[in-house]
């Protein structure tokens, strides 16, 4: 189901992570493309704007930089617009059908899988609710169709309007509805004509039904497959006869998700059910949430995530590199080196990867360096004014003095900080001479 947009949208995101950080002009990147993607799937070109758009918003409204896990955020993101479009305010599953006999009208064109949703439908109504169901078909144009109800009402154990040959539409419909009330059934569903296109002749005809039985759901079969027309039916649809709900069908094939995307917005019309066979069971509830996480395809994202994370710590590494080789070596790189050796599995480990840095790493585990003494360390960072961590240098005794105290530790263990800080400042400085070329090919041994 929604392979295509699936596939497209998991690319999309690939080739974000790969490239590496999420600037805004990336989001902005990332999103054209997801623009493109949702195009390609059928989605019609106002949604897609719309959506677009309502992403863009947010991620620029959040701090993507500041995230550790920006790909995660932008999927988050899309993942939440795509949620919101496919959303409206009903239950999806919960029809109006109080009162009883409640009429349901079927309506769509020929071969949208109006007559196998009806039973699909019935079958639903009475295992799960434990209604009463009659169907009745009122397509008089298609020899074989009230036998096809028929024979699926059987099969279901959902009793069907018995066929008399000759009647109009409108009279079965008045029928129906009289054996509905007398046979004390809980709901009539009729199942109408279906035209290969949409004409004047069928929507009066559905109209007439519909101003005889009073429908209180009048679902819109749709085939899930056919994307931009199948909205566009819908809108037809809506337009002239009115209808409460949508269900798409084939749902289960590798088909474009457009329809799902597009439906809600331009028809303003809730996505009741989705189709996913052709067997009586293969009928779901409509949930955005789900069908949102397939067109992502929630599998990848995990992955994707995780993805995203190792390509943000080695940009982040990368970015520290380059201001090395410049002698630059502050206290915001001394923090971000501290938070970075907790994450990775401590200050031995990361040291050692780093050239030059072997033999300090064994003198800072001689000296008991902990996960402890790290937060600690970071707390005399953090009570630094942001000038102080630039230029340490020009800390003096009263300085020390309050910033100990800010991070409730004594001026000796600001002392030892502040030695580590030199020492590490002095590595970098002649990593930074060994030269660009050179010290990432050192990195990289
Ligand atoms: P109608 O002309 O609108 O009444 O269409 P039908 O109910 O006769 O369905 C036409 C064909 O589509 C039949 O072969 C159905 O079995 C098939 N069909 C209906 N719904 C689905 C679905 O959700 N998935 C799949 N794969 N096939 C379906």
Known sequence: MFENLSERLSGVFDR????????????????????VALLEADVSLPVARDFIARVQEKATGQAVTKSVTPGQQVVKIVHDALVATLTGDEDPGKLKIDNPPAPMLMVGLQG???????????????ERDGKRVLMASLDIYRPAAMEQLAVLGAQIGVDTLPIVAGQKPVDIARRAKQQATMGGYDVYMLDTA??????????????????VTSPRETLLVVDGLTGQVAVEVAQEFDAKIGISGVVLTRMDSDGRGGAALSMRAVTGKPIRFVGLGEKMDALETFEPERIAGRILGMGDIVALVEK?????EAEQAERMMKRFQKGQFNMNDLKMQLEQMTKMGGMESIMGMMPGMGKMAKQVQDAGFDDKIIRQQVALIQSMTKKERANPQILQASRKKRIARGAGLEVSDLNKLLKMHRQMADVMKKMGKMGKGGMFKQAMK
């Open 16 to 35: 974000l992570t790969k490239q590496g950080a999420l600037s805004e002009d990336d989001v902005k990147t990332a999103l054209r493309e997801v623009r």
């Open 112 to 126: 949208g899988g109006k007559t196998t949703t009806t039973a699909k439908l019935a079958k639903r109504l009475k």
């Open 194 to 211: 279906g035209r290969l296109q949409i004409d004047e002749v069928l929507m009066q005809e559905v109209a007439d039904v519909a101003a």
């Open 308 to 312: 995203a994370q190792d390509t943000i």
